[in-house]
Nanobody, 126 residues
Framework: QVQLVESGGGLVQAGGSLRLSCAAS????????MGWFRQAPGKEREFVGA?????????YYTESAKGRFTISRDDAKNTVYLQMDLLKPEDTALYYC??????????????????WGQGTQVTVAS
C-alpha cells in the first residue's frame, strides 16, 4: 500500500510559478511510475505528466505542459515534484499525484494508476 500526500498548491498570478510536491509512504518508491493529473470544476481529470520508475528513462507531458512544467523525482526522499512555470488561468485545477506499480504504457489514462493522493488546489489569477 502506498499513501501519497501532495503539497505546494496555492494562489498565484498569471506568469508565476509553483512547485508541487508529492510525498509517498511505503517501500519501493523507486519502482513506481509517478504521474500528475489535474481536474478543473466541471471537467474530466486530465493528464499532466508522468515520470518513469528509477532508471526507466522517460518523462511524458501533455501538450499544454510542455515547455512550462517539469517533473522530477528524488527517490532518497520518496518524493516527486511538479515545477510549474509561466502559469496561466487555465491551469487552475485540483492537482493529483498518482503512482503505478506496472511498467506498461498509456500513462495518460487515470486507469493506469493504482494509488492517488487527495489533491492540492492550484489557482492562477489573471
Amino acid at each position: 500500500q502506498v499513501q501519497l500526500v501532495e503539497s505546494g498548491g496555492g494562489l498565484v498570478q498569471a506568469g508565476g510559478s509553483l512547485r508541487l510536491s508529492c510525498a509517498a509512504s511505503g517501500r519501493a518508491f523507486g519502482s513506481y511510475v509517478m504521474g500528475w493529473f489535474r481536474q478543473a470544476p466541471g471537467k474530466e481529470r486530465e493528464f499532466v505528466g508522468a515520470i518513469s520508475w528509477s532508471g526507466g528513462g522517460f518523462i511524458y507531458y501533455t501538450e499544454s505542459a510542455k515547455g512550462r512544467f517539469t517533473i522530477s523525482r528524488d527517490d532518497a526522499k520518496n518524493t516527486v515534484y511538479l515545477q510549474m512555470d509561466l502559469l496561466k488561468p487555465e491551469d487552475t485545477a485540483l492537482y493529483y499525484c498518482t503512482a503505478s506499480r506496472a511498467h506498461g504504457s498509456n500513462w495518460y489514462r487515470p486507469s493506469s494508476y493504482d494509488y492517488w493522493g487527495q489533491g492540492t488546489q492550484v489557482t492562477v489569477a489573471s
